[in-house]
């Protein structure tokens, strides 16, 4: 497509219940990113994808979050028992090269 | 110390007038550096990015890069205020297990005031 897609763009969900996150990155990207925002924080890296491997999952923050891209394009970020603490927008970005990537409109996630 | 840090303001400046932001990096062996704009509500967008030590222009915006000391800038020209906005530096960083990976600092609020 012609830019990076998320889906959906909100999310409300209870707390203990499981989400799943879309992002469909631009057509031939090889790199996809996730990201989570804080107000006022910069994005907090949490997990790089070259291809369909995850290169470096070291930012994800315990092992209730899953990332996953089976087929190389698009990925699915993945909550299981939610907290409150997990509200944040959750950016997916693409690149063709490292550093230079495009970033999607992001899903805004809500626990309550 | 944080691997990526940038002043978070906010900082301030008058239509017309020379805006500098500031960033710092831990990784010594890092290469590459980003700087991104990021409007209120919106999702970051790629305005410069830098390799080599010394300056870089385009249009308005010149980054500058010094790896000795570990510190990247952007500054921006003839400031407007749409310019107004939340400049991200972002740095690849090399891991432990020899991968790398893009870091965002959390960013200086800039102002632009007519």
């Known amino acids: 497509g012609a830019g990076v897609s998320q889906t959906p763009s909100n999310k409300v969900t209870e707390k203990g219940k499981y989400v799943e996150l879309r992002c469909d990155p631009i057509s031939g990207h090889t790199a996809l990113y996730w990201y989570r925002q804080s107000l006022g924080q910069g994005p907090e890296f949490l997990i790089y994808?070259?291809?369909?491997?995850?290169?470096?999952d070291s930012g994800l923050p315990n092992d209730r979050f899953f990332a996953v891209r089976p087929e190389g394009s698009v990925s699915t970020l993945k909550i299981q028992r939610t907290e409150r603490g997990d509200s944040a927008v959750y950016l997916c970005?693409?690149?063709?090269?490292?550093?230079?990537?495009?970033f999607g409109s992001g899903t805004r996630l809500t626990v309550v | 110390q944080k691997e990526v840090e940038q002043n978070s303001g906010p900082l301030s400046v008058p239509e017309g007038a020379i805006a500098s932001l500031n960033c710092t990096y831990s990784d010594r062996g890092s290469q590459s550096f980003f700087w991104y704009r990021q409007y209120s509500g919106k999702s970051p967008e790629l305005i410069m990015f830098?390799?080599?030590?010394g300056d870089k222009e385009d249009g308005r915006f010149t980054a500058q890069l010094n790896k000795a000391s570990q510190y990247v800038s952007l500054l921006i020209r003839d400031s407007q205020p749409s310019d107004s906005a939340t400049y991200l530096c972002a740095v690849i960083l090399l891991t432990q297990g020899g991968s790398e990976k893009l870091v965002f600092g959390k960013g200086t609020k800039l102002t632009v005031n007519p």
């Open positions: 994808f070259q291809g369909t491997g995850a290169a470096d």
């Open positions: 830098i390799y080599s030590n």
């Open positions: 970005a693409s690149s063709f090269t490292q550093g230079a990537v495009t």
